[in-house]
């Protein structure tokens, strides 16, 4: 198994910016593919952005494509969501989540995920 914590939420202005991190233990690290997603309360959790084992392939959704940016640092067992020029609309709840198979978008695609940080733009 692999264990995820998420940090660096917060509160911002439209238009500022961010920077999660997502620190993993367990496993060996590169075994997983990662990725993020959020929730906003009531609503289905979506995905974000994703990174595969040797950050040689990223997805994006398209509400966040030219603005976030994922990444990943394999000696660190660290994988982060920097995420710039924030919107209102960009207020939910992150997960971190990892996989450790070819995954696509879909929530079940992942098997673990972390606790969650919140991210709240205000307009």
């Known amino acids: 198994q692999v264990q995820l914590v998420e940090s660096g939420g917060g509160l911002v202005q439209a238009g500022g910016s961010l920077r999660l991190s997502c620190a993993a233990s367990g496993r060996t690290f590169t075994n997983y593919y990662m990725a993020w997603f959020r929730q906003v309360s009531g609503k289905e959790r979506e995905f974000v952005a994703s990174?595969?084992?040797?950050?040689?392939?990223?997805n994006y959704v398209d509400s966040v494509k030219g603005r976030c940016t994922i990444s990943r640092d394999n000696a660190k067992n660290t994988v982060y969501l920097q995420m710039n020029s924030l919107k209102p609309e960009d207020t939910a709840v992150y997960y971190c989540a990892a996989s450790s198979g070819r995954p696509g978008r879909l929530v079940n695609d992942y098997g673990y995920w972390g606790q969650g940080t919140q991210v709240t733009v205000s307009s």
């Open positions: 990174i595969s084992w040797r950050s040689s392939l990223t």
